[in-house]
C-alpha cells in the first residue's frame, strides 16, 4: 500500500531553520519523484522541489533555491525538505507527492498531476 507521511511543521519566526519529513511506504525510493508542494491560503498549490530517485539529484523551484534542500534517507524510505532563512511568505500547508517510475522532466518541475499520490499535509506557519 503506497503511503506518504509528512510531519515536522509549526510554527517558525522568520529566519528560522525548519526540517520536514515525508515517510513513504509502498514502494523504493529508485525510479520515483518525490515533489513537494505548498499551499497558502486562496492561493494556488505551488510546486518548490522534487526529488529525482532516478539519478538522485534535486530541483528546486527559484522561489525557494539557496535556502531549502532536499536530503533522504532511504533505509527509512524517507525525504526531507530542510528549510532556511524562512519568511513569512513560506506560510503555507506543505505536502509531498510520489510519481512511480516518472521520466519526464524536471525542469520546469512536475506539475501536480502528474504525481499519483499525495500526503496529508503539514503546516508551516511563519510569524514574528
Known amino acids: 500500500q503506497v503511503r506518504l507521511v509528512e510531519s515536522g511543521g509549526g510554527l517558525m519566526q522568520p529566519g528560522d531553520s525548519l526540517r520536514l519529513s515525508c515517510a513513504t511506504s509502498?514502494?523504493?525510493?529508485?525510479?520515483?519523484?518525490i515533489g513537494w508542494f505548498r499551499q497558502a491560503p486562496g492561493k494556488e498549490r505551488e510546486g518548490i522541489s522534487c526529488?529525482?530517485?532516478?539519478?538522485?539529484?534535486?530541483y528546486y523551484a527559484d522561489s525557494v533555491k539557496g535556502r531549502f534542500t532536499i536530503s533522504t534517507d532511504n533505509v527509512k524510505n524517507t525525504v526531507y525538505l530542510i528549510m532556511h532563512s524562512l519568511k513569512p511568505e513560506d506560510t503555507a500547508v506543505y505536502y509531498c507527492?510520489?510519481?512511480?517510475?516518472?521520466?519526464?522532466?524536471?525542469?520546469?518541475?512536475?506539475?501536480?498531476?502528474?504525481?499519483?499520490?499525495w500526503g496529508q499535509g503539514t503546516q508551516v506557519t511563519v510569524s514574528s
Open positions: 509502498g514502494f523504493p525510493l529508485d525510479y520515483v519523484a
Open positions: 526529488f529525482s530517485g532516478r539519478d538522485g539529484r534535486s
Open positions: 507527492a510520489a510519481a512511480p517510475h516518472y521520466s519526464g522532466s524536471y525542469d520546469p518541475l512536475p506539475r501536480p498531476y502528474e504525481y499519483a499520490y
